[in-house]
T-cell receptor
Framework: DQQVKQNSPSLSVQEGRISILNCDYT??????FLWYKKYPAEGPTFLIS?????DKNEDGRFTVFLNKSAKHLSLHIVPSQPGDSAVYFC????????????FGTGTRLTVIP | EADIYQTPRYLVIGTGKKITLECSQT?????MYWYQQDPGMELHLIHY???????EKGDLSSESTVSRIRTEHFPLTLESARPSHTSQYLC??????????FGPGTRLTVL
């Protein structure tokens, strides 16, 4: 059973507008959440993370929001740029124990110039 | 800058061949991981290691095996490749339980 879900396989956004990518999780033991960006034929690149003790983390154009009660997190990219076009993966783990990451299926973001 | 390397980047082989996918990292990370990913699917953990001489199977059953004789090196071996092994294989490492750094991946095609 998939513990991290990204229900939107794709998203298209106009350049300069906001991109919002969503992620849901089912395991209440998760306490650390990450977003990765992946280009074709390359490995995922870490973007931004958030601990469960926070509800928001910002890094430049990227902001991650966490809603623990809803078991939901989102990544906001503003303003969106054509170079942001890639597949974005949400991931989660627990900071104790095995620490293994659980990934969603990814959302393909296309930023239209 | 993450320094984790995978070779080969692309591999096309025939059924029944033995293959080894190489993964090395220069960051001194204790933890290393192998993931398998098919297009449009999530990354599935197939093996992980918490240090030298430590290897564990991941969530996705795999016929591959791994070894961890040196901290920096975590090779994956398939004794007899089959078309069902066609996939992208991603290696990663981490220092703690958080961020993992990924290599560029090996795209394996078994004919």
């Amino acid at each position: 059973d998939q513990q991290v879900k990204q229900n939107s396989p794709s998203l298209s956004v106009q350049e300069g507008r906001i991109s919002i990518l969503n992620c849901d999780y089912t395991n209440s033991m998760f306490d650390y959440f990450l977003w990765y960006k992946k280009y074709p034929a390359e490995g995922p690149t870490f973007l931004i993370s958030i601990s469960s003790i926070k509800d928001k983390n910002e890094d430049g154009r990227f902001t991650v929001f966490l809603n623990k009660s809803a078991k939901h997190l989102s990544l906001h990219i503003v303003p969106s740029q054509p170079g942001d076009s890639a597949v974005y993966f949400c991931a989660a783990n627990t900071q104790t124990g095995a620490n293994n990451l659980f990934f969603g299926t990814g959302t393909r973001l296309t930023v239209i110039p | 800058e993450a320094d984790i390397y995978q070779t080969p980047r692309y591999l096309v082989i025939g059924t029944g061949k033995k293959i080894t996918l190489e993964c090395s990292q220069t960051m001194g990370h204790d933890k290393m991981y192998w993931y398998q990913q098919d297009p449009g699917m999530e990354l599935h953990l197939i093996h992980y290691s918490y240090g030298v001489n430590s290897t564990e199977k991941g969530d996705l059953s795999s016929e591959s095996t791994v070894s961890r004789i040196r901290t920096e090196h975590f090779p994956l071996t398939l004794e007899s490749a089959r078309p069902s092994h066609t996939s992208q294989y991603l290696c990663a490492s981490s220092l703690s339980g958080g961020e993992q750094f990924f290599g560029p991946g090996t795209r394996l095609t078994v004919l």
